[in-house]
């Protein structure tokens, strides 16, 4: 007897597990995208373990061939005369798992490459192996061989597996990403990123009467009467902009939306996102009802008369994915702008692309009073004469009206717990952001006018 416990060759486990020689049998394999390497690995387990089934997990160590070329077919091949000297067939091994990042901080460990032997009313071989993966790094390919004593069985098994990716994939309903430089070091990374974002109430978007309403039934109505609209035939695919000066609530917005239509996957495309469009608009098509965002999108689809050309790839897999859908997906494109003057009129102006175009405006005084309140909150605020800063801050954003009160806050800060801002507490907060700021401060803050002089700043004690 050996010194050693020797393992029964692989080939030898699938002979009896098969319950014949199975170098016969036909095998069926499937390519999978890296991205769907989490929700395969959790449609194998339950797979596995449905309709009466047992499954054993065996890991695969390559022997001559190496592990990511090792299918199935070789696995269960007639030993060669290299398998004699330990050269040729691939032996068993530790099970290999990826741990993949997903939502938050939490962690998937994936199985990356492993022959799992499925019994059941019928008797099933599946090989998991990667192709052109980098151990630590983006998941590439993964390759599925799957035997079966008939091939009408191992179709069926494949989808199932499709089905049962569709029905619980990790990815629906998330505000997602595409950046496959992003991943934590020690884990693996599928190329789309989780992003956790605060619900946004429709309470925190101060818009003029009626605004939000209007873009409300371009989105959350037709989500809501989706299946209505279907049998009616009218079309699901739509762009939206949003076009406004800077900090006026165009990415709020977005993200109000995004909050509201939680059954819709949210694909957010920024600075070098941009540069993913396909790749993103592909997600979108899959895991539809699903909005795309591209935030600034003149970064990309400027009018190409003015432009140098840099970005005309860009701006045309833009318009070659919103062209490439049909009326029927589900897919809503919600981009926003600055500058919506200098936009591609082959974007902005071509029906079909871009339905409908909404101003996000300055607030005005009624806005700027309720954008006030919602700053205030949290704050004691003792000022008499509130509306003496409503009037200051004409052609001011919500974005500077945000800033304001903070400071504010901060200038009150010294003066006791709990913080009570006052007039005086806000007056100095507006002669640092209008006066000591300057121009740059307020065209970072949207603010279009100085709505007072410099000689007011102090006469509203």
């Not at 199985?111 to 151990?135: D, H, N, S, T």
């Not at 695919?237 to 939306?257: E, F, Q, S, V």
């Not at 318009?319 to 589900?330: E, F, H, W, Y």
Request: hydrophobic fraction near 40%; proline fraction near 4%.
């Amino acid at each position: 007897m050996s010194l050693f416990n020797r393992k029964k060759p692989v080939r030898q486990k699938i002979v009896e597990h098969m319950g014949k020689d199975p170098a016969g049998l036909p095998i069926l394999s499937e390519q999978f995208e890296g991205h769907n390497h989490p929700n395969l690995h959790l449609a194998l387990e339950e797979m596995g373990k449905t309709n009466g089934r047992t499954t054993s997990l065996i890991g695969i160590q390559g022997g001559f061939l190496s592990f990511t070329g090792t299918s199935l077919a070789d696995l269960v091949a007639p030993k060669t005369m290299a398998s004699f000297v330990g050269l040729g067939q691939a032996k068993e091994g530790p099970v290999q798992y990826s741990n993949i990042a997903l939502e938050g901080d939490k962690r998937l460990a994936c199985v990356q490459g492993a022959l799992y032997l499925v019994k059941g009313e019928k008797r099933i071989v599946i090989l998991m192996r990667p192709k052109g993966a980098e151990f630590g790094g983006a998941t590439g390919t993964i390759l599925l061989d799957v035997m079966a004593e008939e091939r009408e069985t191992a179709e069926g098994v494949i989808a199932e597996l499709r089905n049962l990716i569709n029905k619980h994939n990790i990815y629906r309903g998330k505000i997602l990403s595409i950046d496959r430089k992003d991943n934590p070091v020690g884990t693996a990374s599928t190329g789309i990123k989780f992003h956790t974002v605060p619900p946004v109430e429709r309470s925190s978007i101060i818009l003029p009467e009626g605004l939000l309403k209007r873009i409300e039934r371009q989105t959350v109505e037709v989500t809501q009467y989706s299946e209505a609209l279907r049998k009616a035939q009218r079309k699901m695919k739509r762009g939206i902009l949003l076009h406004g000066k800077p900090g006026t609530g165009k990415t709020l917005t977005a993200m109000y939306l995004a909050s509201a239509m939680k059954e819709r996957t949210v694909l957010v495309l920024t600075g070098r996102g941009l540069g993913l469009i396909e790749s993103s608009c592909e997600l979108a098509r899959w895991l539809q009802p699903s909005m795309v965002i591209i935030e600034d999108v003149d970064l990309i689809a400027e009018d190409r008369i003015q432009n140098s050309g840099g970005n005309s790839a860009v701006l045309f897999e833009l318009l070659n994915q919103m062209d490439g859908l049909s009326d029927d997906a589900d897919v809503l494109f919600m981009l926003t702008t600055n500058r919506p003057e200098i936009l591609e009129p082959a974007l902005a102006s071509r029906p079909g692309r871009i339905d409908q175009a909404y101003e996000i405006p300055l607030p005005d005084a009624d806005c700027r009073k309720r954008l006030f309140e919602l700053y205030s909150q949290g704050l004691n605020v003792e000022v008499d004469n509130m509306d003496l800063f409503i009037k200051r801050t004409a052609g001011a954003s919500g974005a500077f009206i945000s800033e304001l009160m903070r400071k504010a806050a901060l200038f009150a800060a010294p003066e006791g717990d709990p913080i009570v801002v006052k007039a005086q507490h806000i007056d100095e907060a507006l002669h640092e952001l209008v006066i000591v700021g300057g121009t740059l401060t307020k065209s970072l803050l949207g603010f279009k006018e100085i709505g007072f002089s410099a000689v007011e700043l102090g006469s509203s004690k």
